[in-house]
């Protein structure tokens, strides 16, 4: 790439026009039939390092139950859905060995992956498990030539949205739906978190992380992390659409969402623009609601006012506690 279009691509427009080259480009080869993309590879481009992997892993899980209030004995005999699963289902042999009767896990894309890495990953994980919970490990997963999953306790399913799933036709019924940085990647929602909730059972849970962040995609470039709410609606929709650019719903549009669907909802905020790395989860522990001062400084209200004149119509008018929040965790129950 000539140093030219390298320097184009680094500005507002570049960005524009190559995140509409690169979604038009995924629309071609989801139509070939082919859902193989690097969305998702966590454990393959972002966490190159075992240890990091499994201690994402923990992470992960460990979140799940502090902050939906659910124990180890709480998930014996559950049957679980995950949403966005990527490269790797470390997390759904978490909730296995620990006592869940199956784990279903769904992804629009195929996440490209290294197998020998994954092995790697995997062994790890097995490692942190003893006694009763390493044998429902070995049930799940085996790996003594390749991974081979046992479809009874992990089922994946690929290149498919939530709502469109034939496999999921009626007959599955869950107690818990989670999903982490899964979302805030489908343009409109609406349709999944109906389709998940239909899948739910009276008084199961829906926990979702997700991320309200640009993902790096102008803040990376030195521009303010609101820049991609400047963008006209029609011109955005080329951009993300099809492949999993942030569909820029924020905090609000998901409570409304919840409240339409009926659940009792928590929303904890964990993260602000302008603290810490995106998409870190930053603020510890996740808050309802954030302070001046404590949770976040004046640079980041100065980072809405400088872009506010500018802000698609849509987004000029949120007030200032709507734009300040960068990601969210939701715990919502299902009415019983």
Not at 207 to 224: A, E, T, V, Y
Request: one cysteine or more.
């Amino acid at each position: 790439m000539s140093k030219l279009k390298q320097i184009a691509k680094k500005t507002r427009s570049g960005i524009i026009a190559a995140k509409i080259y690169d979604d038009w480009k995924l629309k071609r080869k989801f139509r070939s039939g082919n859902p193989e993309s690097l969305h998702g590879s966590t454990h393959s481009t972002i966490i190159k390092n075992t240890e990091a992997s499994v201690d994402y892993i923990n992470v992960q899980f460990d979140d799940y139950l502090k902050y939906s209030g659910l124990s180890v004995e709480d998930l014996q005999g559950k049957r679980i859905f995950e949403l966005g699963f990527g490269d790797n289902v470390g997390v759904a042999l978490k909730f296995v060995a620990s006592g869940a009767a199956q784990v279903t896990c769904l992804d629009k894309f195929y996440s490209k992956r290294d197998p020998a890495h994954q092995i790697e990953i995997y062994q790890a994980l097995r490692e942190t498990f003893q006694g009763q919970e390493r044998n429902r490990f070995d049930e799940a997963i085996s790996l003594e030539s390749g991974i081979k999953l046992n479809s009874t306790r992990i089922r994946c399913i690929y290149g498919v949205d939530v709502e469109n799933a034939t496999e999921l036709d009626g007959k599955d019924v869950f107690d818990l739906v989670v999903s982490r940085g899964a979302i805030q990647d489908i343009y409109e929602p609406e349709a999944a978190f109906r389709a998940m909730d239909r899948i739910l059972k009276p008084g199961g849970l829906m926990l979702h992380k997700i991320d309200l962040s640009d993902q790096g995609m102008f803040r990376d470039n030195g521009m303010n992390p609101l820049t991609f709410l400047t963008i006209p609606e029609s011109i955005y929709r080329l951009m993300a659409i099809n492949s999993g650019k942030p569909n820029r719903k924020l905090t609000d549009y998901y409570r409304k969402m919840m409240l339409d669907l009926g659940y009792e909802t928590t929303i904890l905020i964990t993260d602000i623009i302008g603290v810490g790395d995106v998409g870190k989860g930053n603020l510890h522990p996740h808050k309802p609601a954030i302070q001046l001062g404590s949770d976040y400084a004046e640079t980041s209200l100065e980072l809405i006012r400088e872009i506010r004149p500018r802000l698609a119509p849509p987004f000029r008018g949120l007030s200032d506690d709507e734009l300040l929040v960068d990601g969210i965790f939701i715990i919502a129950r299902k009415p019983s």
